[in-house]
């Protein structure tokens, strides 16, 4: 197990270089970046204005005679008649006036110490913002996740036990609506009914306290916080139990059909004993293994449109807002957070598998 541990620990490098050189390459060809956006607010200030921020040298009509004069044509769009000296200060400014290969290097360097840069339009570092807005996404994955399980492990190894019954035929109805909507449907539906849309308003639409919590006891904080994460996690949880409700109900099937299910029966063992004696640990291997990558499923794919419908200010919304404001450093850091994640829990799930089994050896195989 500790040569595979080292093998896979090796590959997370190559790994991450692959997935931050991809993120890169794509946030180089989207339009709109921070320089075209700087230019476009500028465009529409005063001449004091852009001379200042130009860092001196004259006014709106010089920088057009300069401009015209040298006849050169900008890359940026909107850039007429803006001084080409104050275009590069401003490439400087954002990091631009490099190439793209040495500001790839630089940036792997500086992620490699944990080092990943400054927002562009925030006075505070993306490890900082990224441990400020963490909280809220790991609550809101980890609340969905856990109650999730709780509801999709019995109702599975319902379903099993009554394969092909009314229980199974009806309960898989309900099964299939909640794989097909997806978690932000139900979001809308849920504000709709609950949040004041049109029917009740009993649930918060925004946030995760209420103003003034700081002046609540503890335990009426609680509450609140209770409150408020009810119409996200219930959003999160219709959409999300589905697939961990059939994976449950098939891996117990699969084990209920084996020759030692059978030895166990014809010895004169009850049914609950032989399912819960026998059938459990086997064939919760699979589901119980699976439990990170299933927190960090929904702590990615779930977390961002539910945290932007609601308000809730967490990593999905931080990430929402950087792609629409081109906060590169943010968009690069966080994906790099996201990606070194996912790589560690899924060494974790290998770890968890053993664990639960130790007939498992990883080592046997190809990693």
């Given at each position: 197990?500790?040569?595979?541990?080292?093998?896979?620990?090796?590959?997370?490098?190559?790994?991450?270089?692959?997935?931050?050189?991809?993120?890169?390459?794509?946030?180089?060809?989207?339009?709109?970046?921070?320089?075209?956006?700087?230019?476009?607010?500028?465009?529409?200030?005063?001449?004091?204005?852009?001379?200042?921020?130009?860092?001196?040298?004259?006014?709106?009509?010089?920088?057009?005679?300069?401009?015209?004069?040298?006849?050169?044509?900008?890359?940026?769009?909107?850039?007429?008649?803006?001084?080409?000296?104050?275009?590069?200060?401003?490439?400087?400014?954002?990091?631009?006036?490099?190439?793209?290969?040495?500001?790839?290097?630089?940036?792997?360097?500086?992620?490699?110490?944990?080092?990943?840069?400054?927002?562009?339009?925030?006075?505070?570092?993306?490890?900082?913002?990224?441990?400020?807005?963490?909280?809220?996404?790991?609550?809101?994955?980890?609340?969905?996740?856990?109650?999730?399980?709780?509801?999709?492990?019995?109702?599975?190894?319902?379903?099993?036990?009554?394969?092909?019954?009314?229980?199974?035929?009806?309960?898989?109805?309900?099964?299939?609506?909640?794989?097909?909507?997806?978690?932000?449907?139900?979001?809308?539906?849920?504000?709709?009914?609950?949040?004041?849309?049109?029917?009740?308003?009993?649930?918060?639409?925004?946030?995760?306290?209420?103003?003034?919590?700081?002046?609540?006891?503890?335990w009426q904080i609680t509450l609140d916080y209770l409150w408020h994460m009810v119409l996200p996690v219930a959003a999160m949880v219709v959409s999300g139990f589905a697939g961990l409700t059939m994976l449950t109900k098939n891996s117990f099937l699969d084990e209920i059909n084996k020759h030692y299910v059978l030895t166990a029966r014809a010895k004169g063992l009850e049914s609950s004993q032989v399912l819960y004696?026998?059938?459990?640990?086997?064939?919760?291997?699979?589901?119980?293994?699976?439990?990170?990558?299933?927190?960090?499923?929904?702590?990615?794919?779930?977390?961002?449109?539910?945290?932007?419908?609601?308000?809730?200010?967490?990593?999905?919304?931080?990430?929402?807002?950087?792609?629409?404001?081109?906060?590169?450093?943010?968009?690069?850091?966080?994906?790099?957070?996201?990606?070194?994640?996912?790589?560690?829990?899924?060494?974790?799930?290998?770890?968890?598998?053993?664990?639960?089994?130790?007939?498992?050896?990883?080592?046997?195989?190809?990693?």
């Amino acid at each position: 197990m500790a040569n595979y541990l080292f093998k896979r620990l090796l590959l997370m490098i190559p790994t991450l270089l692959g997935i931050m050189l991809i993120s890169f390459i794509i946030v180089q060809f989207v339009p709109g970046g921070p320089v075209e956006r700087m230019i476009s607010q500028l465009q529409g200030h005063s001449v004091d204005a852009t001379a200042r921020f130009g860092g001196g040298g004259g006014g709106a009509d010089m920088s057009v005679s300069a401009s015209q004069s040298t006849g050169q044509s900008s890359k940026y769009r909107g850039s007429q008649g803006l001084d080409p000296e104050f275009i590069a200060e401003l490439e400087a400014q954002y990091g631009f006036d490099k190439p793209a290969y040495q500001r790839f290097f630089i940036m792997v360097k500086n992620y490699a110490k944990f080092d990943l840069g400054q927002s562009y339009y925030r006075d505070v570092s993306v490890i900082d913002l990224v441990l400020e807005k963490m909280p809220v996404s790991i609550s809101l994955g980890l609340w969905s996740t856990l109650i999730i399980y709780l509801i999709s492990i019995p109702l599975g190894i319902k379903k099993a036990v009554t394969d092909g019954q009314k229980f199974d035929i009806w309960t898989s109805a309900a099964v299939f609506v909640g794989y097909a909507i997806p978690s932000f449907m139900f979001a809308i539906l849920l504000i709709i009914l609950f949040a004041g849309g049109r029917y009740f308003d009993i649930f918060p639409l925004r946030g995760l306290l209420s103003d003034g919590w700081q002046d609540m006891p503890w335990w009426q904080i609680t509450l609140d916080y209770l409150w408020h994460m009810v119409l996200p996690v219930a959003a999160m949880v219709v959409s999300g139990f589905a697939g961990l409700t059939m994976l449950t109900k098939n891996s117990f099937l699969d084990e209920i059909n084996k020759h030692y299910v059978l030895t166990a029966r014809a010895k004169g063992l009850e049914s609950s004993q032989v399912l819960y004696g026998h059938v459990f640990r086997n064939a919760m291997l699979i589901v119980v293994a699976g439990f990170p990558s299933a927190f960090l499923a929904i702590f990615f794919t779930g977390s961002l449109l539910i945290e932007v419908i609601f308000s809730l200010d967490g990593l999905g919304l931080l990430g929402y807002e950087s792609v629409i404001n081109r906060d590169y450093p943010v968009v690069l850091g966080t994906l790099y957070i996201f990606a070194l994640m996912g790589l560690i829990t899924t060494l974790i799930r290998d770890i968890v598998y053993v664990m639960v089994d130790p007939r498992i050896d990883f080592e046997a195989r190809q990693v």
